[in-house]
């Protein structure tokens, strides 16, 4: 291609990739980097964070940094209540998310010691709390003063770091994100396979009809996709509900009702039928592509029908595999709408806590970083599939 016809192409694309810049990449960009800032303490108290930059995090800090405190709460306080900020609270709030307590303690602290006092700042802050006499209540603030901060990314796996800067791994009761990422991906994974097992047959069968037939199948597996994701697992729930459709029939026949509903078998269920057509519509592409006179070669010669599909059919249909099953894991590891409608506590998915952090706690950052291990392991997926399958060499084994 010449110069000119490059311009011409790229000039054509410029809107597009501008609107997809802006209101793609961008937004998630900004969203992301909350996962790696903490810009919630150092407006509050920046004297306190540069006086603890040099502390070693054994003991409590020297007097210095408790006068650092003292001149950052009060000159906060007098700006609250000129302007009426509420950077107190906020700090208080990123402060507790590491170290619980904070929310009370900050605040009150603020308020006992605007007062004139004699005598050292740290026996005047000590006399408010005994908290202030613990290194790992400035280890907390330390570890907020920004501003790249790598404390959420941490916690979203489980570790932390303490008052002398070591990380180390939460106490066993704390531990949350690790399961819940494993509990994702088993999830996703057992959705991939039964996408697989079911997926098979039905795309062998739309690939090998012919006539009106084959457009009917074709059809009966695009439907799902004009029909909207939250209603499909709002009739799942009709369905499975204690006195819905499946317990009626079964209670003609004297069982039940059974618990169907809030529980993993209900959320791998709904996924996997949401899911299906995005690894049916692969295969078929495979299966249409497959050259029907290599099979029919290969039995001639005298393979036997498990030799003909272990060495010639699921070879060449590997690249269709590899695509249906990347489609549905990513979009499985990412689903929120039914595992939180149709799971119980203990089904709920990455995303659920995400949405969690970011809209009843107002902990962005914890959300930002939850979003980063998700975008990670699609990374790693995203990988995996390059190396099996290729980027390179679509539509070959």
Known sequence: MTRAPRLSAALLVTPLLTFLLLSFVAPIG??????????????????????????????????AAFAALVDD????????????AGGIARAAARLNADRPGFRGLLPMTARRIEAPFDG??????????????????WGAIRRAGGPLSAFHVLAAVDLRRDAEGAVRAVPPDQRVFGQVLLRSLWISLLVTAACLALGWPLAWLVATTRGWAATLLLGAVMLPFWISLVVRTAAWMVLLQREGVV????????????????????????????????MVLPLVAAFRGLDPALPRAAASLGATPWRVFR??????????????CILVFIQALGFYVTPALLGGPSDQMMAWFVGF????????????????????????????????AGFRRPGTA
């Not at 709460?73 to 009426?84: D, H, K, S, V």
């Open 120 to 137: 050292p700042a740290r026996a005047a802050v000590l006399a408010i709390s005994e908290e202030w006499g613990d290194p790992e209540t």
């Open 247 to 278: 317990n009626a029939a079964l209670g003609a026949f004297g069982i039940g009702p059974l618990p169907l509903m809030m529980n993993r078998f209900a959320v791998v269920l709904a996924m996997v039928h949401i899911l299906l057509p995005f």
């Open 73 to 84: 709460l009060r000159e906060a306080r007098a700006r609250e209540r000129a302007a009426g």
């Open 30 to 63: 900004a969203f992301l980097w909350r996962g790696v800032t903490d810009a919630e303490v150092a407006p509050v108290l920046p004297r306190t964070v540069a006086a603890l930059a040099g502390w070693d995090g054994r003991a409590a800090p020297d007097d």
């Open 311 to 324: 060495r010639v059919i699921l070879p060449l249909c590997l690249p269709g595999i590899a695509a249906g």
């Open 357 to 388: 952090y970011a809209t009843r706690s107002v902990n962005w950052g914890l959300a930002a970083a939850l979003s980063l291990l998700l975008l990670l392991a699609v990374g790693v997926c995203v990988a995996l599939y390059g190396r099996l």
